[in-house]
């Protein structure tokens, strides 16, 4: 796996945490949806949806999700 992805400009890195416990991550601003949820970055969101896909076209099962202070992960499972 390449250490680094730069998908339409947002860099998303590689963690390994062994056991299995792969994925990339990338932060970027935190955004609030209409009833005041945290919600990633719509830039971002996109580039973490391309990179899941892209990912998927390699041959690995990925998902795209996000957590709190505008992470967003694409985990490979």
Known sequence: MQKLEIINGWEFEYVDNGGGDTFYQCRGDIYHDDEHDEIPEPGLWDAALKLEQQ???????????????????????
């Open 55 to 77: 990912l998927k076209d390699d041959g690995y099962v990925a998902d795209a999700s996000h957590s709190e202070k505008g992470w967003v992960e694409v985990n490979i499972l």
